[in-house]
């Protein structure tokens, strides 16, 4: 039987000792519920939560989690993550909590959806705080609604380090629905202080309720990219250079220098 407020209070999982992905919604289990079940999978690698409106906190702990995802979250205060092997990250709410302990070493990637949007020097901290948890990072997705909350005053910098001293490959994803939005040398001025180690940089639109993206603009590296001469498989399969061309990746793993035509 389930509980007055309609959650399980239970998770049968006897048998599932194997079980390495796991989505849940915690409309229907509760927190409680995920944490004891997490301690009966030991095997687990992939953690899918869809977040309720009441879920201010969250603590996930376990050993071989490798791949975390936190989505739709309303009023998440608080994330404490004991996950030592984890090695990517999603959170998609409408805060920015707080997050720790940064024992996650091995993040390579993350993908943050939140509301950047900052009316204060307090909002701008604590967004760079935010950011800081994931520094360590190779890769790194933002998406928000206005990209101008990334600007973060020059009085601010001379304040706090650099919160994303490791991203090599960051792309920004604004929210709207419509392609007008900056992309001007303030908010590019902005990232690459964000991210000393900038190597690719990437600034699309994505319209929240179409299915088609928006013009995609894109600051790729000098150099940077796959091959694109009739002899590379995306020429060969697509069948020409126009086609190819599209199939180009902003996150190859090749690695160079930061053109200069980035920081015009």
């Known amino acids: 039987a389930g509980s007055p407020d309609g959650e399980l209070p239970t998770l049968q999982v006897h048998g599932a000792q194997n079980l390495r992905e796991l989505t849940l919604d915690l409309c229907a289990v509760g ?16 953690l899918r939560l869809k977040g309720s409106r009441s879920a201010e906190h969250i603590r996930i702990t376990h050993k071989n989690l490798k791949h975390l995802v936190l989505t739709r979250f309303d009023s998440l205060r ?67 609604d206005k990209t101008d909350a990334l600007v973060l005053p020059e009085e601010l910098r001379s304040e706090v380090l650099p919160p994303l001293r490791s991203v090599k490959h960051l792309r920004l994803q604004a929210l709207c629905n419509t392609p007008e939005f900056d992309t001007g040398s303030q908010l590019t001025e902005s990232l690459r202080w ?3 180690s900038l190597e690719t940089l990437v600034i699309s639109s994505e319209p929240r ?14 150099g940077f990219g796959p091959r694109r001469d009739k002899y590379s498989r995306a020429y060969r399969k697509r069948g020409g250079p126009e086609s190819a061309a599209a199939t180009s990746d902003a996150f190859s793993t090749k690695k160079t220098h930061l053109a200069s035509s980035v920081c015009s």
């Open 194 to 196: 964000m991210c000393p």
């Open 78 to 144: 608080r994330v404490k993550i004991q996950t030592p092997n984890l090695v990517s990250f999603q959170y998609d709410g409408l805060n920015i909590p707080v997050i720790g302990p940064r024992d996650s070493t091995r993040l390579a990637n993350a993908r943050l959806a939140a509301d950047f949007g900052v009316r204060s020097k307090r909002s701008y901290l604590k967004t760079a705080k935010f950011l800081r948890y994931f520094g360590q990072c190779d890769t790194l997705t933002l998406a928000c």
């Open 31 to 46: 927190i409680r519920t995920v944490r004891e079940a997490l301690s009966r999978l030991p095997l687990l690698e992939t």
């Open 209 to 222: 309720h179409e299915k088609t993206p928006l013009p995609r603009f894109e600051m790729p590296a000098a």
